[in-house]
Structures are given as C-alpha cells and as structure tokens.
C-alpha cells in the first residue's frame, strides 16, 4: 500500500493520471445538513469538475439533468437556493441513488463490574444510559 506524504496531502491527492493514482482512498466527510450548498455544489455541481482534477478523491457526479437546476439555483434568492438545493439532493438520494453511504463503523465502550442497562441508543447509534444501573 502506498502512502501519501504528510505533507501536500491534499495536492496529491486531488491529482488524477499521476504514476500512482489510487483505486481506493477511505476518507470522510462531514455533512452541513441542512443547507445542502458545501456539500451538493462541491460533489455534484459537474460546472466545477474536470478530467484532470479528482477534488481530494471523493465520489462526484455529473448529472446534466441536474446542470438546470444549479444554475437556477445560483440566480436565486438564498431562500429559494435552499429550496433548489433540496430538491437537487432529493434527486440525488431517491432518483439516482448517487449519495450512498457504503458502512458506518461505530466502537463504542463503556465498562465497569456493577455496571448495567447500557445499550446502544437505535436512533442515533450511541450509548444510551437512559436505563443504566448500578448493580448492587
């Protein structure tokens, strides 16, 4: 496995065609949900990508049927541009399935020999101490 440097991470990375391109590179990203301008302009927006140029090497998509919507998007007043952003990410999730998360690795520890009722929460994949004890 190759590594890429500490330094100029990110130059490197976003470069396609060199001698040691990746097949695979596990990265994150975090989302600004609810306004969807970081995250749906900068993965789907196929105005700001080209050949050469992989964005630090996370999933893109260019979509033209979506192309009408970013640039209405762009004239709009920022309430409406929240709306279009929306829909866009809508189509994105439901139309095009293009925005799928593969795994979510979750550890999560919590110990202690009286320790009891610690679960991990259904909802939001924490610890849940709502029916935690301590064993007599």
Not at 15 to 39: H, L, M, N, V, Y
């Amino acid at each position: 496995m190759d590594k890429y440097p500490g330094s100029g991470f990110y130059a490197a990375a976003a470069k396609r065609g060199g001698p040691k391109e990746p097949d695979i590179t596990q990265t994150s990203w975090a989302f600004d949900w609810a306004a969807g301008s970081g995250i749906v302009y900068a993965l789907f927006d196929g105005r700001t990508m080209s050949k050469d140029d992989a964005k630090s090497n996370h999933s893109r998509g260019n979509f033209p049927d979506l192309q009408k919507l970013f640039e209405k998007a762009d004239q709009s007043a920022p309430a409406a541009q929240e709306k279009i952003l929306g829909d866009i990410e809508q189509k994105l999730i439901q139309d095009k399935a293009a925005h799928v998360s593969v795994y979510f690795e979750v550890s999560h520890q919590m110990a202690g020999s009286k320790l009891g009722g610690v679960q991990v929460d259904g909802g939001w994949g924490d610890l849940s101490v709502i029916g935690a004890y301590v064993k007599k």
